[in-house]
Each structure stands twice: as structure tokens, then as C-alpha cells.
């Protein structure tokens, strides 16, 4: 079963305008960490913003913000006043349980911010 | 603090030769992990290192996939007798400590082609 489903594979927004990327998530532990990242063109995965699963309020860093919906089990990324730099694909990654290191990634949304 | 390098950024190949591809984690931090990802898809875990110590691996990793972190710092990822499936982007990441809100910092990826 996917543990992260991203379902939306491409989305466009107006420069300037805000846009919201979906993940939602499967995961039966009650302690986990949810991450977005940002891969441009050039290939390199850049940390955007964490939400752990016991924070009582939603992330938030500079234009990224991430709302957290635990009972829906969803994470979703919000951007405020795109720019163009914005286009890049996003991707939504877990961890769960304390005992791994590793994330579990969503197969990611491809954003285009147009001007 | 430099970032994660990864070395080298490109590699093509003749399908059956070995390659080996080298990571560099932000000094200092005691976490390494390789991840692989193909073309669409989100990045899968493939194996992760803290310290010398390798803790766990996917099964995505099979035999003819090796990773060492000798001395606790940089890493190398081995492919034996390379096969034209393992064409994809294999990106490292490091961190310091763990837990939830552990972030992982990415490097720029190697490109593997295995014609």
C-alpha cells in the first residue's frame, strides 16, 4: 500500500498567487515526521519545511507553510506568492517510528508557476 | 558548511561493467543515506550508514550492491556487473543525530546511464 499518495502529478499557478500541493499519508504509529522537499531541474533535493506528528501547530517557514490534518491524515504545502523559481518538482516524505532513519517519499507533484 | 557532494555527477556505462559513485555528507554529520530515483518517481530508499555502521539496508539492495562508510565520513555505493534497470539518479543525503525532526540534506545526485 502507498504510505504517501501525492495525486496531483502537475499543477500551474500565477506568479504572485498561492497554490496548495496535496499529500496525504498511511501510517499506523503514532510518532512520525512528515517533510517536503523541492527538486529543480538540476536534480538536487532541497529541504523545505518538517511537521512532526505530536506539534500542535502547523509548520510554517518564510512563503511555505504546511497544513497539518491528522485525523485526514493529510500534509499538505502551501506556497504564498509564487515565483517563478518556484517551478521544481515537490515531494512529500515520511518518517515513522522511532527505529529508521529512512523517508518514505511520495511520487511528487510537478509545479509550474507561470508569469 | 559545504553541502553533500556527490562525485561523480555523471556516469554512462556498458551494461555488465562496475561502477562506484562517492559521497561527501556535510562534515560532522554522523548520518548517511543513499536513496535511488528514476525518471517520474519519487527517491527510494536503498541503505543508510551512522557512523562506520551500516543499519539498515532495502531489499531494493541486492547482492550486487554494496555500501561502505569506512572511516565514518565519506561514503561509496559499488554497483556490480550493471544491468540496463539500474539506469537512474542514486542521491546521498547526511544528518546529524536522529529522531523525528532529523532533516536530511541532499546532494546533487549521480546520473547513472547503463547502455
Known amino acids: 500500500a502507498q504510505k504517501i499518495t501525492q495525486t496531483q502529478p502537475g499543477m500551474f499557478v500565477q506568479e504572485k498567487e498561492a497554490v496548495t500541493l496535496d499529500c496525504t499519508y498511511d501510517t499506523s504509529d503514532p510518532s512520525y515526521g512528515l517533510f517536503w522537499y523541492k527538486q529543480p531541474s538540476s536534480g538536487e533535493m532541497i529541504f523545505l519545511i518538517y511537521?512532526?506528528?505530536?506539534?500542535?501547530q502547523n509548520a510554517t517557514e518564510g512563503r511555505y507553510s504546511l497544513n497539518f490534518q491528522k485525523a485526514r491524515k493529510s500534509a499538505n504545502l502551501v506556497i504564498s506568492a509564487s515565483q517563478l523559481g518556484d517551478s521544481a518538482m515537490y515531494f512529500c516524505a515520511m518518517r515513522e517510528g522511532p527505529g529508521t532513519g529512512k523517508l518514505i517519499f511520495g511520487q511528487g507533484t510537478t509545479l509550474q508557476v507561470k508569469p | 558548511d559545504t553541502g553533500v557532494s556527490q562525485n561523480p555527477r555523471h556516469k554512462i556505462t556498458k551494461r555488465g561493467q562496475n561502477v562506484t559513485f562517492r559521497c561527501d555528507p556535510i562534515?560532522?554529520?554522523?548520518?548517511l543515506y543513499w536513496y535511488r530515483q528514476t525518471l517520474g518517481q519519487g527517491p527510494e530508499f536503498l541503505t543508510y550508514f551512522q557512523n562506520e555502521a551500516q543499519l539498515e539496508k532495502s531489499r531494493l539492495l541486492s547482492d550486487r550492491f554494496s555500501a561502505e562508510r569506512p572511516k565514518g565520513s565519506f561514503s561509496t555505493l559499488e554497483i556490480q556487473r550493471t544491468e540496463q534497470g539500474d539506469s537512474a539518479m542514486y542521491l546521498c543525503a547526511s544528518s546529524s543525530g536522529g529522531g523525528f525532526q532529523e532533516t536530511q540534506y541532499f546532494g546533487p545526485g549521480t546520473r547513472l546511464l547503463v547502455l
Open positions: 562534515s560532522e554529520h554522523n548520518r
Open positions: 511537521q512532526g506528528s505530536y506539534d500542535q
